[in-house]
């Protein structure tokens, strides 16, 4: 059965195009610092939001009635959302999709019940998979949606509840191994507190600790190769989540031991949440050799809650691709639209033209940070901005050859030299002649 008749396969059309079912950036196969636009950005689709999104928000109920949604058996609807699912990465030329367990089958009575239930689906999605040749980016857990889950999964009170949850993401990295998928994910989801008044922090952390070190083992295992990815979350559905940024998963890894086990999937509406940019979460990654894959999106500035939007910021898509391409660009990692419609854009339609602006958008800016990177417009700037270090005293200091007794010596027989300006509003014009001129 087919869900979307009324629409064929997305081609790129060039920016002069007025159809608003045509990428008019995203061209695949055209390339791009020596990769294709395809490889390069390697788009994925998110199971829930884009199949699983009813439109229902805290005020209100669902506005979305799916065709795929109609039957009346649980597994009968999980095993259309797959057709319907493929059917549409096939239609907006997606090669990957990620998921969590909950997405794709039902809970059962138990977990033997909820179990089989992911096996049966799973059999589904891999035949869908070899008929499209769409590939999983990766998996993860849904361990924050059952109230089972009310004090967290690897940091809850409970010790059946911890149980509970290294058993489900036992599974999931079975289903994820089982799928082909090049990741496994580890977002927080209620791993945080409300309140000191009630929470041993020192436990919680040591207890999330086990539980990374547990999936490292038994990934070890199966043989599962894919690479483990935490995703920082500042907030919410938490008050405070210990996952805050990539600097505190930084130092929660280095605390462990867990530092070469793990990289990090970046979030740009978390990167919001946690009042930092989407480019400084992508470079805090870069510069510490983390950067694993993207969740692509973005908050609205004025709100200060997970939107979870369409990237549409031609700004932001370019500083974060510009990033992407300074780390060496994606290997096992990709772009995965964690993004959904909104609300009021309940109909099916409404999914291809969401994707296609943040695909569009996306190779917008991958093209716009290749011209940069090339030009070397920043590099340039930023080398000469710290070439003191690069010589004299400067260059001692970044050799370790001087101590404060020389450096006072130093300073003591040759003061300081004039500080030049730092030219931002400059950079920032060049930046926006670039993104308007870029061809």
């Known amino acids: 059965m087919a869900y979307f008749e009324g629409v064929g396969k997305i081609n790129y059309e060039g920016p002069e195009s007025k159809n608003p079912l045509a990428f008019k950036y995203y061209n695949p196969d055209e390339i791009v610092m020596g990769k294709t636009m395809k490889d390069q950005l390697r788009f994925a689709m998110s199971y829930w939001h884009?199949?699983?999104?009813?439109?229902?928000?805290?005020?209100?109920?669902?506005?979305?009635?799916?065709?795929?949604?109609?039957?009346?058996?649980?597994?009968?609807?999980?095993?259309?959302?797959?057709?319907?699912?493929?059917?549409?990465?096939?239609?907006?030329?997606?090669?990957?999709?990620?998921?969590?367990?909950?997405?794709?089958?039902?809970?059962?009575?138990?977990?033997?019940?909820?179990?089989?239930r992911?096996?049966?689906?799973?059999?589904?999605?891999?035949?869908?998979?070899?008929?499209?040749?769409?590939?999983?980016?990766?998996?993860?857990?849904?361990?924050?949606?059952?109230?089972?889950?009310?004090?967290?999964?690897?940091?809850?009170?409970?010790?059946?509840?911890?149980?509970?949850?290294?058993?489900?993401?036992?599974?999931?990295m079975e289903v994820t191994k089982e799928l082909g998928g090049e990741n496994y994910v580890f977002w927080g989801g209620r791993e945080g507190y409300e309140t000191l008044l009630n929470t041993d922090t020192g436990l919680e952390l040591d207890n999330l600790a086990r539980l990374l070190k547990m999936a490292c083992d038994y990934a070890e295992e199966i043989?599962?190769?894919?690479?483990?990815?935490?995703?920082?979350?500042?907030?919410?559905?938490?008050?405070?989540?210990?996952?805050?940024?990539?600097?505190?998963?930084?130092s929660?890894?280095?605390k462990y031991n867990l530092i070469d086990k793990f990289k990090l999937n970046i979030e740009a509406n978390h990167a919001t949440l946690a009042m930092h940019t989407f480019q400084h979460e992508l470079n805090q990654?870069?510069?510490?050799?983390?950067?694993?894959?993207?969740?692509?999106?973005?908050?609205?500035?004025?709100?200060?809650?997970?939107?979870?939007?369409?990237?549409?910021?031609?700004?932001?898509?370019?500083?974060?691709?510009?990033?992407?391409?300074?780390?060496?660009g994606f290997t096992k990692g990709g772009l995965n639209f964690d993004s959904k419609v909104r609300r009021a854009s309940f109909e099916e339609i409404d999914l291809f033209y969401a994707y296609i602006a943040g695909m569009d958008a996306f190779a917008r800016g991958l093209k716009v940070a290749a011209k940069l990177i090339e030009d070397k417009v920043f590099e340039?700037?930023?080398?000469?901005?710290?070439?003191?270090?690069?010589?004299?005293?400067?260059?001692?200091?970044?050799?370790?050859?001087?101590?404060?007794?020389?450096?006072?010596?130093?300073?003591?027989?040759?003061?300081?030299?004039?500080?030049?300006?730092?030219?931002?509003?400059?950079?920032?014009?060049?930046?926006?002649?670039?993104?308007l001129e870029t061809k």
């Open 50 to 116: 884009t199949f699983t999104y009813m439109g229902n928000d805290p005020f209100g109920v669902g506005t979305m009635f799916r065709p795929w949604d109609n039957a009346e058996c649980p597994m009968e609807v999980a095993k259309a959302r797959v057709h319907a699912a493929f059917e549409f990465m096939e239609k907006a030329q997606i090669p990957f999709f990620c998921f969590h367990d909950r997405d794709i089958a039902p809970e059962g009575k138990d977990l033997a019940e909820t179990n089989a």
């Open 118 to 172: 992911l096996d049966e689906i799973v059999a589904v999605i891999k035949e869908e998979m070899a008929r499209t040749g769409i590939k999983c980016l990766w998996g993860t857990t849904n361990a924050f949606s059952n109230p089972r889950f009310v004090h967290g999964a690897g940091t809850s009170c409970n010790a059946t509840v911890f149980a509970y949850a290294a058993a489900q993401i036992k599974k999931a």
């Open 223 to 250: 043989g599962f190769t894919g690479q483990f990815l935490i995703e920082p979350k500042p907030k919410e559905p938490t008050k405070h989540q210990y996952d805050t940024d990539a600097a505190t998963v930084l």
């Open 252 to 254: 929660f890894l280095r």
């Open 285 to 328: 990654s870069r510069i510490n050799g983390v950067l694993g894959s993207v969740d692509a999106n973005q908050g609205d500035l004025n709100l200060g809650w997970d939107t979870d939007q369409f990237p549409t910021n031609i700004y932001d898509t370019t500083l974060a691709m510009y990033e992407i391409l300074l780390a060496g």
């Open 380 to 435: 340039n700037f930023i080398s000469n901005r710290y070439a003191s270090y690069k010589e004299g005293i400067g260059k001692d200091i970044v050799e370790g050859k001087v101590g404060f007794k020389e450096l006072e010596a130093y300073a003591m027989k040759n003061g300081i030299t004039p500080n030049v300006s730092g030219r931002q509003e400059l950079l920032e014009s060049i930046l926006n002649q670039y993104i």
